[in-house]
């Protein structure tokens, strides 16, 4: 059973923090991780990809990536309230059936607090 | 210009009473996918088509049933609805297959409500 484990918080930070997410992994030979952002009631929506070991940046996020500790992390700078949702890590296996299954973690809650 | 279109956005069904949620694309992704998220749970795959090829989960119920008329559209069947399948039904497609880097479109989500 390939798991991904999240702690599922809630994570209180305050306005302007960095807020910073983890997740790990069991399966060894995963090779592409996702960070989604769900609000309450919403789908998810795609905020990084990381494929290669280290840091990855796109604007206020980066993820981070090592796979020798199968752990995936995701910082969140000068953080908004508007960022406070759940964030969901989602590890990326190839069908042989084809097509891609994200099996996802159960998601930490994030609260920004003015 | 909404890509993955879910209908409808809320759905209330009777126990036992049927209940089909579709779902339209217009990406042309060859393959579309169903999961099930339960309250506070991550969302778990029910089944997905690449291209006209159903494949099913080993661990989805039988209850739970798929059609893909035509590449735009996907429909997800529950023949018998329980209260344990209240959940938000997710939608979403990818191109194709076979890529380390191949992202999921997912629509808006379906929340079903069984009373």
């Known amino acids: 059973q390939k798991e991904v484990e999240q702690n599922s918080g809630p994570l209180s930070v305050p306005e302007g923090a960095i807020a910073s997410l983890n997740c790990t992994y069991s399966?060894?030979?995963?090779?592409?991780f996702f960070w989604y952002r769900q609000y309450s009631g919403k789908s998810p929506e795609l905020i990084m990809s990381?494929?290669?070991?280290g840091d990855k940046e796109d604007g206020r996020f980066t993820a981070q990536l090592n796979k020798a500790s199968q752990y995936v992390s995701l910082l969140i700078r000068d953080s908004q309230p508007s960022d406070s949702a759940t964030y969901l890590c989602?590890?990326?296996?190839?069908?042989?059936?084809?097509?891609?299954?994200?099996?996802f973690g159960t998601g930490t809650q994030l609260k920004v607090e003015l | 210009d909404a890509m993955v279109i879910q209908n409808p956005r809320y759905q209330v069904t009777q126990f036992g009473k049927p209940v089909t949620l579709s779902c339209s694309q217009t990406?042309?992704?060859?393959?579309m996918y169903w999961y099930q998220q339960k309250s506070s749970q991550a969302p778990k795959l029910l089944f997905h088509?690449?291209?006209?090829?159903?494949?099913n989960e080993a661990d989805t119920p039988d209850n739970f049933q798929s059609r893909r008329p035509n590449t735009s559209f996907c429909f997800l069947d529950i023949r018998s609805p329980g209260l344990g399948d209240a959940a938000m039904y997710l939608c979403?497609?990818?191109?194709?297959?076979?890529?380390?880097?191949?992202?999921?479109?997912f629509g808006s989500g379906t929340q079903l409500s069984v009373l």
């Open positions: 990406l042309n992704h060859n393959v």
């Open positions: 088509y690449y291209d006209k090829d159903f494949n």
């Open positions: 979403a497609t990818s191109i194709q297959s076979g890529t380390i880097n191949e992202k999921l479109f």
């Open positions: 990381i494929y290669s070991n």
């Open positions: 399966d060894r030979g995963s090779q592409s």
């Open positions: 989602a590890v990326n296996y190839i069908l042989t059936g084809g097509g891609n299954k994200l099996t």
